[in-house]
């Protein structure tokens, strides 16, 4: 038999692995609540304006109703006869309710029907997705006010540069973090618009009335042109650019974790239920979980680049190319949830070994600047300060001792300017806490942050 939906001009049935290829029941089965809920939307709207009755709606909705609780109770076999998740759907309703079943497709076509689905499923997942960002500031604030004293090694190259507070270290990725919100909340807005009333390209000639059917959906609004709505799939692919420059974010931070975790820096501990060991070396403890969040990275980067090569070229309107929005779309949100949901229970529980990212501080003259910049303050030129300062590292690495550990005697030897209160200055409590001004790394200035990110996070 040819296909019910569409089989009318048809003369011989679809070849089976036709059906099979391109078939999508396979992975768009995911939409069934969206499908459903767009459906109800669009039965209630036709009986609004007049093109159903309202006995026809109600058998309708309560039909679609109960399909999703068989649904739910995994009751449906899905068919890939049925091509898709609209059909497969239909079909069920029209089985279970007749006739009227086969009118809820007035003024309406799978190209609109998918366009809507896609955007009612996206905004929903962005609005978990949210969720989760704004758990994980929470967590990294918190954080970064317990160790707003605690003192580490700031890095440039990988070589300890200045000391810095951890809890600074942290608000840093908690900006990133929040940037990354704001991308998705502004993304949010443009997939917010509504194409059912489309059609399949050039709108419908019923008398639909798209602004009911938006409010029912909770849509800003319909979408302005019909062609437009069908076809593009940008607000996809800003998805995955947001999924993709906050998977950058968490696998800086998850590098930063897995090399504060290892033996030669021992800056922290990550509990034993974020890790794994090795089933040959029994002292093993591995971070498996930033790991392979980093790991995940390459994967949401690489569906950026097949939405945005689906796309290209394509002309208007709907394109059966569109059917291979979803895996990539879908791979993206799952990706990009479980790897939240994994730093937002690890973050608060990561213990830093303060004392070891103390000693890791001392070694590696990360107060030098400070000496420079005292000398600077006493009246020599920056640049002849850099000099002297040098010649005292050379001589620190020479004796293996630290500027601070270096007597007064010593340490005059390189420039006159040098006076007993430099100690205040070369000790890394004073280094940080001299750097106090909005955006520096002083603990007052951390816990200022703290706070202000806070009030940030709760005016979301
Ligand atoms: N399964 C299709 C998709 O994912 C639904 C829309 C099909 N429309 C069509 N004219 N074949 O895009």
Redo the contacts with the bound molecule.
Sequence with gaps: TTNQSWGGRFSEPTDAFVAAFTA?IGF?QRLYHHDIRGSIAHATMLARVGVLTDDERDAIVDGLTQIEAEIERGEIEWSVAL??I?MNIEARLTDRIGIVGKKLHTGR???D??ATDIRLYLRDGIDAVAGELSRLRQGLIELAEREADTIMPGFTHLQSAQPVTFGHHLLAWQEMIARDQERLLDARKRVNIMPLGAAALAGTTYPIDRHVTAELLGFERPAENSLDAVSDRDFAIEFTAFASLLMMHLSRMSEELVLWTSAQFDFIDLPDRFCTGSSIMPQKKNPDVPELVRGKTGRVYGHMMSLLTLMKSQPLA?N?D??ED?EPLFDTLDTVLGSLRAFGDMIPAVRAKSDNMYAAAKRGFATATDLADYLVRQGVAFRDAHEIVGKAVAFGIEEGRDLSEMTLEELKRFSSYINDDIFDYLTLEGSVAARNHIGGTAPDQVRAAAQRAREALTRL
Aim: aromatic fraction near 6%; proline fraction near 0%; avoid cysteine.
């Design positions: 999508s768009d091509e898709d609209h076509s799978r190209n029907q998918i709907y059966k569109n059917q979803k």
